[in-house]
């Protein structure tokens, strides 16, 4: 007997694994320039130059030190370092004994989860979110509850959110900028956002963490700011990834900070301790930490993603689509011009348009179009979505 929920999640790929794996086979078949592939979310800019330049210079040190084992929170001289930065940009002061540098955000925020869950005890996601959040709480004991958004901005809804919280709920996840929608918390949603936990708390006694996931914090346009959380609201867990800023996914690095006021922050971190061990997540990649001090406050250059979700946007949306407004991340979150999602994802398989269908987001009803691919492909692609939006014009 081996536990059937571990092996589900190991059987059923998530929809945009499963499309990108589609256009892998299709590339073989039809030749990588005939398939516009729009599922994954990987950058396709370089890093700044910064990375490679710290990894050259590190690599000439001390192989030993650089190479061994650090801290099991990582190592503090960053800690600190990432609290002066966040201090500098955001104002708000940050304890770097309350931090514990991951592998990424996916790890932060699986070990926030497991350090705040008791079984059977609910998070809420602000739809639409990453697929990924039903794993880290189903495997962390909880259970995931879905609140719809407000339409057509894609902000919350109060309303529902309000009618989603339970006694047993335990933690909010939000996501801004937001794979898939684009869209970035105002600061009035975060305003209110924070009163309704609050009042929440009023009324139940229990407090809610807000779990702000925010691995795409550096990519916004526009001049829009995304706002830091900590200033809305005390009982915060930020899960903060370097994966996208410095397009650097796969070194697997990013931080979990619990917010300086959070109540029982102290037994909180101990739990992201603990669970940083259960996990087997202790001690993220040494040479990363040490490239990530060295590159604190550089980012990609995501002018790059600016000009394709202008190109795309502009184009789409003269073709007819509805897209959500997207101010931040490098997703568009476009209205499928039938009810059923999956249904057109499958006809734009034929126009060989990979595009992920919104249904495992929490949302129904539109597809993902990840943005961060070349320029090149997203021009040569627009026939294809004018001959697929022609097929509904019949
Ligand atoms: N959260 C969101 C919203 C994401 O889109 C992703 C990755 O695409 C992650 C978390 C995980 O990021 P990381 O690579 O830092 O683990």
């Not at 397009?247 to 739990?271: H, L, T």
């Not at 949306?317 to 999956?342: I, S």
Request: glycine share 8%; proline share 6%; aromatic share 10%.
């Amino acid at each position: 007997m081996f536990p059937e929920k571990t092996m589900a999640w190991g059987k059923a790929r998530s929809c945009i694994r499963e499309l990108a794996e589609y256009g892998w086979k299709r590339k073989a078949e039809i030749g990588a320039e005939n398939v516009y592939d729009f599922s994954l979310g990987n950058p396709s800019i370089p890093a700044p130059d910064c990375v490679n330049e710290a990894i050259a210079d590190l690599i000439r040190g001390d192989s030993v030190a650089l190479h061994g084992y650090t801290t099991a929170a990582g190592l503090p001289s960053l800690r600190q370092r990432i609290a002066a930065d966040y201090k500098e940009r955001f104002g708000v002061e940050l304890d770097p004994d309350r931090m514990y540098v991951t592998c990424g955000a996916a790890a932060g925020l699986a070990i926030s989860l497991r350090a705040l869950l008791m079984p059977g005890e609910e998070v809420v996601a602000l739809a639409p979110f990453f697929p990924e959040y039903r794993v880290f709480v189903e495997a962390a004991g909880g259970v995931l509850v879905t609140a719809p958004p407000a339409m057509p901005d894609f902000q919350p809804d109060f309303a529902a959110l309000a009618a989603c919280l339970t006694e047993k709920t335990k933690a909010i996840v939000v996501n801004s900028p937001n794979n898939p929608s684009g869209v970035v918390l105002t600061e009035e949603s975060l305003r209110k956002l924070a009163d309704t936990l609050r009042s929440h708390e009023k009324k139940t006694g229990n407090a809610v963490y807000l779990i702000c996931d925010e691995p795409y914090r550096e990519l916004v346009y526009d001049g829009v700011e995304v706002p830091s959380v900590f200033r809305y609201y005390d009982d915060t867990i930020l899960c903060y990834s370097f994966s996208k800023s410095l397009s650097i996914p796969g070194e697997r690095i990013g931080y979990v900070a619990v917010g300086p006021k959070a109540k029982d922050g102290a037994e909180i971190y101990a739990g992201i301790l603990g669970a940083g061990r259960a996990l087997g997540y202790v001690n993220p990649p040494s040479l990363f930490q040490r490239v990530i001090e060295r590159c604190l406050g550089a980012t990609a250059d995501v002018s790059k993603y600016r000009e394709n979700r202008d190109l795309l946007l502009g184009a789409l949306r003269e073709m007819g689509y509805e897209c959500v407004e997207p101010q931040g991340a490098f997703y568009l979150f476009v209205k499928a011009p039938e009810a059923d999602a999956k249904a057109f994802s499958e006809r734009a398989k034929r126009h060989e348009l990979l595009l992920v269908p919104s249904d495992d987001f929490g949302v129904k009803g539109y597809v993902r179009i990840a943005y961060c691919v070349s320029k090149d492909m997203i021009s040569r692609s627009l026939p294809a979505f004018r001959a697929l939006m022609a097929e509904y014009r019949i």
